[in-house]
């Protein structure tokens, strides 16, 4: 005996069955003992009606490594870090920015810091002869969120750098991205956080 079909619900199945023959994907439209559609379909149709929020993650391993001792005499939890953001979405980039130094302490924090997940990019350590030293990362972390923000819904950048107010600025009004922050509040710079859509503020949670 064919099932009752409410009007709402023909609509649905029609478009339902619209997308599965646009696409090529062949599902059986035979429903079960309980009247629903098999799992694979009802899984099929929810991952394309909410699609995932890809994210993009770059950390300025140096500016958070100074501003989080100033402020707090601690370290920051990058653990607790990916823990919060992969819970908004799928990580699909993670990119850490340190500098090279060779001793044993930064090898096991780098080594960490990929068994989280991040990939580590290092710039070596630079003294120049006038006693000054270079090492900031801040061209090469402009270049690479550039790129990411063609391809990913969120861009989230660990830094209170000011320098990266403009570059917020740009990816929100040329991509529609989200922008993301996470900083020290007392360190982390004003326009930096007015770019930004969303501000996270390091805190007692995010520090070891």
Excluded at 21 to 34: E, I, K, P, Y
Excluded at 147 to 158: E, G, R
Aim: include cysteine; charge should be neutral.
């Amino acid at each position: 005996m064919p099932w009752p079909i409410r009007p709402l619900r023909l609509v649905q199945e029609i478009n339902v069955c619209r997308m599965v023959s646009r696409t090529g994907v062949a599902f059986s439209r035979s429903r079960n003992d309980h009247g629903r559609y098999p799992v694979s379909l009802h899984l099929y149709v929810r991952a394309h009606t909410h699609p995932v929020n890809k994210i993009a993650l770059f950390a300025d391993v140096q500016n958070i490594y100074y501003t989080t001792r100033q402020a707090y005499g601690r370290q920051f939890n990058y653990r607790e870090l990916w823990r919060r953001v992969s819970a908004r979405g799928e990580i699909v980039i993670a990119n850490a920015y340190a500098i090279q130094r060779d001793d044993d302490q930064q090898r096991k924090f780098q080594d960490a810091l990929k068994h989280i997940g991040f990939d580590i990019r290092l710039k070596p350590y630079i003294q120049r002869s006038d006693g000054s030293a270079k090492g900031d990362w801040d061209v090469g972390i402009t270049i690479d969120v550039m790129d990411a923000a063609t391809t990913v819904d969120t861009v989230v950048l660990l830094s209170g750098d000011g320098d990266f107010d403009l570059l917020l600025d740009k990816i929100r009004r040329d991509h529609g991205v989200t922008a993301e922050v996470y900083g020290v509040p007392a360190l982390t710079a004003n326009s930096l956080v007015r770019a930004a859509t969303l501000y996270h503020p390091i805190e007692d949670e995010l520090l070891l």
